[in-house]
């Protein structure tokens, strides 16, 4: 009986001494998820921040005349502008009123 104790004791020994090792290990399981995080950031996140800072400031300085394409796919000429809304002219003599935060960006076409 004396031989049983003796080896749960030293197991238990060994556990508890080698608090060092441990420590390091829970650090070693927890760096995988944090590359793993900084790889998301700089390759998603980051580059999806300053897409839309640079549309927020080419909504600013939107002005009349400024050829745009909106998120619906609709080609016009800016022709009126408000805090809130764009009025584009997408053809001769017709104008719509579309929402300032629908405009995708600036159009690429050549009329």
Known sequence: MMLFTGVAYAMGASGSGGASPGGLGGLAQLAPLLLMFVIFYFLLIRPQQKQAKKL?????ALKVDDRV???GGLYGKITGLTEQ????????KIRVKVARNA???PAQDKE
Request: aromatic share 6%.
């Open 56 to 60: 927020q400031e080419f909504l600013k």
């Open 69 to 71: 394409i909106t998120t």
């Open 85 to 92: 809304a764009v009025t584009l002219e997408i053809a001769d």
């Open 103 to 105: 405009i995708a960006g």
